[in-house]
């Protein structure tokens, strides 16, 4: 079964554990890091790429400002995502503001990955 790979910030575990049990409910198999994802010394960019390309059927970005800050997240998880997206209109990518809202969602993401996760549910042009 393809799971929703839930991508996080580390600090917000105690708010994932919580998105990733009503997923549960409704559901949907989550994808975490620390819970069923990652083992111990998995946290190679290897075996991330791999979870989201062929484990998951979509990637929900947990958008903090910390998680912006994190390399890992913007370096290694969400271009996977992205490209998963560019390759298939089915992969699911949706970006979910904490701590900020859609505008700001919107300019970190243009700087930092250089597209716009504030329409990649709505529009797969602008990926």
């Known amino acids: 079964m393809k799971k929703l790979f839930l991508c996080?910030?580390?600090?917000?575990?105690?708010?994932?554990?919580?998105?990733?049990?009503?997923?549960?409910?409704r559901g949907i198999v989550p994808w975490v890091d620390k819970n069923g994802g990652y083992f111990i010394g998995d946290s190679?960019?290897?075996?991330?790429?791999?979870?989201?390309?062929?484990?998951?059927?979509?990637?929900?970005?947990?958008?903090?400002?910390?998680?912006?800050?994190?390399?890992?997240?913007?370096?290694?998880?969400?271009?996977?995502?992205?490209?998963?997206?560019?390759?298939?209109?089915?992969f699911i990518l949706v970006a979910v503001p904490r701590g900020m809202d859609f505008s700001e969602l919107s300019a970190k993401s243009v700087k930092t990955l250089g597209i716009d996760l504030e329409h990649t549910t709505h529009n797969k042009s602008n990926l």
């Open 44 to 90: 190679s960019p290897e075996v991330a790429r791999l979870a989201i390309r062929e484990e998951c059927f979509g990637l929900l970005f947990y958008a903090t400002p910390k998680a912006f800050d994190r390399p890992f997240i913007t370096q290694v998880e969400l271009p996977e995502a992205i490209h998963m997206r560019e390759k298939s209109p089915e």
């Open 8 to 25: 996080h910030y580390s600090g917000d575990i105690e708010e994932i554990r919580l998105l990733a049990k009503e997923l549960m409910l």
